[in-house]
């Protein structure tokens, strides 16, 4: 038995063609016996099953019908056709706070939130300090909830909402909830109840949070299923259609001060990255790679520095860009991803040629053949401008015994329960 099932789920609206504009129109229309109305297939045939504690998140463009299945989902409609059927307490972060009264006081809310989920209320009262707890609202739990700022609001609803102990939580676009520190907060306690078992089921724009968060990722493209695997995977088939996509809508651009675009790493040597020309709004035109000493390199010891430096051409004024930097083994697996936004650095207007350059202190990456993703999106990720797979190669040396990823500084030390002296072993 799986936590959630699906099976041929299609959802159709109709849409008025156009509204009476005048006094005369409305009268007409109502003696009509139908206006002319446009088919909307929302969901064509979906078909999924989510297995128990399991992590998926649904991704896909604005209209492919990530929200409407979420809905559907949650009890909040019914399909047109097909089934759904999901097995033990769900949780809905949708659309927050929508049930809450504001003539209620907080504590109110609450306790009323807990009952609609269907725990009785003494569950609820067990569970009244963690949830104000969560929301950091101590201060104001008893005050009418019209009084509460909408940042307020909206955390007392998910602390409700995150901590009623859900066997099944749907998540759609809430983890902006309050500041950054509050949003890795409530990020972390999503990450608590996966490890703890938890089935959920998460949309969100922000890639990086879909594949730290989800084992599997669902693509919806016009309400069909178009992939359904493991999530690196999935994201990569996603993020590479957007910019085949945003390739084939437009002509590519013309530089006239620049002419040819430089090829994105090339004075990288023994290096041949998959080049792809960009979106007219922004162009990669160089990654480089260099040492603390500003020395362009390759290769690296492990535990050494890192600057990785890439450079970009926006003709026109563009608001609020995001830039990444992927580091990959040779077989795929993301090492790390820096985004700038992420990390608190918003470029709120570039135009024209610009470079960016990111520094680690300490790379300590096990000895092994790595490459450099580099990419530009529209803000919220709606837009890829332009992605460079393997816009870079890096070779890292020395000896790094054990197996994994990084290489953690360490150190052993034996005991008692040994026949040996005490001892201590270091290692990095």
């Known amino acids: 038995m799986y936590a959630i099932e699906v099976q041929d789920v299609w959802k159709r609206y109709w849409l008025q063609d156009e509204r009476p504009r005048t006094l005369k129109e409305t009268v007409v229309s109502r003696f009509r016996q139908r206006r002319a109305r446009k088919e909307l297939l929302a969901l064509q045939g979906v078909t999924l099953h989510i297995g128990w504690g399991r992590t998926v998140g649904i991704i896909g463009n604005n209209g492919a019908g990530k929200s409407t299945l979420l809905r559907l989902l949650s009890g909040l409609g019914r399909p047109t056709r097909g089934t759904i059927r999901h097995n033990g307490r769900m949780s809905t972060l949708l659309e927050l706070g929508a049930g809450f ?89 999503l990450l608590d109840l996966k490890r703890s078992g938890k089935t959920i089921v998460v949309v969100s724009h922000d890639m990086g949070q879909i594949e730290t968060l989800c084992d599997e990722v669902i693509w919806l493209d016009r309400g069909r299923v178009r992939a359904h695997g493991p999530a690196p995977d999935v ?159 890096l070779v890292v040396h020395g000896a790094t015994p054990g197996s994994g990823i990084f290489l953690a500084p360490h150190a052993w030390r034996i005991g008692t329960g040994s026949t040996q002296e005490p001892n201590e072993s270091h290692r990095g």
């Open 101 to 189: 009264n504001s003539e209620l006081t907080g504590r109110a809310n609450v306790l009323i939130g807990g009952l609609v989920s269907g725990l009785r209320r003494r569950e609820v009262e067990a569970r009244f300090a963690e949830i104000v707890d969560f929301a950091e609202l101590w201060d104001f739990i008893d005050a009418p909830m019209r009084t509460y700022s909408s940042g307020m609001y909206v955390r007392l609803a998910f602390a409700t909402a995150i901590n009623l102990d859900p066997d099944i939580v749907i998540v759609d676009e809430v983890l902006a909830v309050g500041d950054l520190r509050y949003q890795r907060k409530c990020f972390n306690r």
């Open 235 to 393: 994201i990569a088939q996603y993020k590479s259609r957007l910019f085949a996509a945003k390739q084939d809508a437009a002509p590519l651009p013309t530089y006239e001060s620049a002419g040819t675009v430089p090829a994105v790493a090339d004075t990288i040597s023994n290096h041949s990255p998959t080049q792809a020309p960009g979106n007219a709004a922004c162009r990669l035109t160089g990654v480089w790679l260099y040492s603390e000493d500003g020395m362009e390199i390759d290769s690296l010891e492990s535990g050494e520095a890192l600057q990785v430096e890439f450079s970009y051409r926006a003709p026109n004024p563009l608001g609020r860009p995001l830039f990444s930097v992927g580091i990959f083994q040779e077989d795929g697996t993301k090492c790390y991803e820096a985004v700038t936004e992420a990390d608190g650095l918003y470029l709120d207007l570039v135009q024209g040629e610009g470079s960016l350059r990111l520094m680690f202190s300490e790379l300590a990456l096990m000895s092994g053949y790595y490459y450099i993703d580099v990419g530009v999106y529209a803000p919220n990720w709606e837009q890829t401008y332009d992605y460079r797979h393997k816009a870079a190669n």
